[in-house]
């Protein structure tokens, strides 16, 4: 009888086999070939180093650009109704973080440009500072007026205007050394008030973060002199509202006096010549009367001594228009509350009365 075998139900051990192990020098020439050369390193560090000198750069320029606005500011605050430092201080920050040799700042009439400010203008172009010039069609500032944009010519010497012999750009260009201009507008609702122009003497055109720059100086600018605008109009009414208040209370002192003082004339009349001396900002004043033909002085105020004792000499008498001209101190504000005669008389006797002065 055939025996059938068994099959074992014990699981195979798994034969596993041992990594083999890398050959004797290769691993080192491996690491070799992925290690950086010396040049290569070189290189890397070049361009960090580049790149650091660059980030350096622009946070010192976003620091000085900083600190020119904080200086613009302060100006602004601390000059009230001033334009004038206002308007150097801009122009100065605008030139020298530019780039530029020089500039100019000026306003704008509708016609006319009037030089307002200048920053390192070259001594031959002095006379520029005095004068108010209108621009050359065909020239940059013309074309600022007629899109209210900002211009660069990057050779005014290439220019229509110049070839043309236009006095100014020939005057920039000869006297100054200008070549590449820029030239910003001052805006307010789109209407012009100015501009800001910077130069330099070769030809080397601005860059758009510079132009960019001289706009937002234009900007504060702008700020500065709406800020001084309205700052007048609100003196203007402030001072309209005070005189009207000192008139009220002049009128209401006058009559006081007269409901005080009846049938007394001599306390009405000093109030009101007080009060008109004052009010007009005289340095003395006389009130007079014309009666029985002749004027006559009944109340002085801050009137010289010598000016005072002529009237005395003449109270009783007619009044000359030669001596009153020549009695007052030359250089004096003097207020004479004098009526006319026509007023003063009546019709009958108004060809037989001497005029006053």
């Avoid at 016609?111 to 209108?134: C, D």
């Avoid at 008109?276 to 014309?290: D, I, K, P, T």
């Avoid at 101190?329 to 003097?334: L, T």
Wanted: net charge positive.
């Amino acid at each position: 009888m055939r025996r059938h075998g068994t099959v074992s139900r014990k699981p195979s051990k798994t034969q596993h086999r041992k990594p083999t192990g890398q050959k004797r020098g290769t691993a080192p020439r491996a690491a070799r070939r992925r290690s950086p050369s010396a040049a290569g390193l070189q290189k890397q560090l070049d361009q960090r180093t580049c790149e650091l000198a660059e980030s350096q750069q622009h946070l010192a320029e976003a620091l000085e650009q900083q600190t020119a606005t904080s200086k613009v500011l302060s100006v602004i605050s601390t000059s009230a109704g001033d334009l004038q430092p206002v308007f150097e201080t801009l122009l100065s920050s605008a030139t020298r973080l530019c780039g530029a040799k020089f500039g100019t700042l000026n306003l704008y009439d509708g016609g006319e440009f009037r030089v307002a400010a200048v920053y390192n203008v070259p001594s031959a172009l002095a006379e520029m500072r005095h004068k108010t010039f209108r621009v050359h069609p065909l020239s940059g500032h013309a074309e600022v007026v007629r899109t209210r944009r900002a211009v660069q010519i990057e050779d005014i010497r290439t220019e229509p205007p110049f070839r043309e012999g236009d006095p100014r750009l020939v005057a920039l260009a000869d006297l100054g050394g200008a070549r590449t201009i820029v030239g910003v507008p001052l805006i307010k609702d789109d209407a012009l008030l100015g501009t800001i122009s910077i130069f330099r003497q070769e030809v080397r055109p601005f860059t758009d973060k510079q132009i960019q720059l001289v706009q937002n100086f234009a900007a504060q600018a702008v700020i500065a002199i709406e800020n001084t605008r309205l700052l007048n109009e609100l003196r203007q009414r402030t001072d309209d509202l005070s005189e009207s208040l000192q008139q009220q209370t002049a009128t209401a002192d006058v009559l006081r006096v007269i409901s005080a003082s009846p049938g007394e004339l001599a306390p009405v009349f000093a109030t009101m010549l007080a009060n008109a001396v004052r009010l007009c900002e005289a340095s003395f004043g006389m009130l007079f009367r014309f009666e029985g033909g002749a004027w006559r002085a009944v109340a002085m105020l801050g009137v010289p001594p010598a000016f005072a004792e002529f009237w005395q000499r003449v109270r009783s008498g007619r009044v000359r228009e030669r001596a009153l001209a020549a009695s007052p101190r030359r250089g004096s504000r003097f207020i004479s509350s004098m009526p006319s005669p026509s007023r003063a008389m009546p019709r009958a006797n108004q060809s037989s009365s001497p005029p006053p002065n």
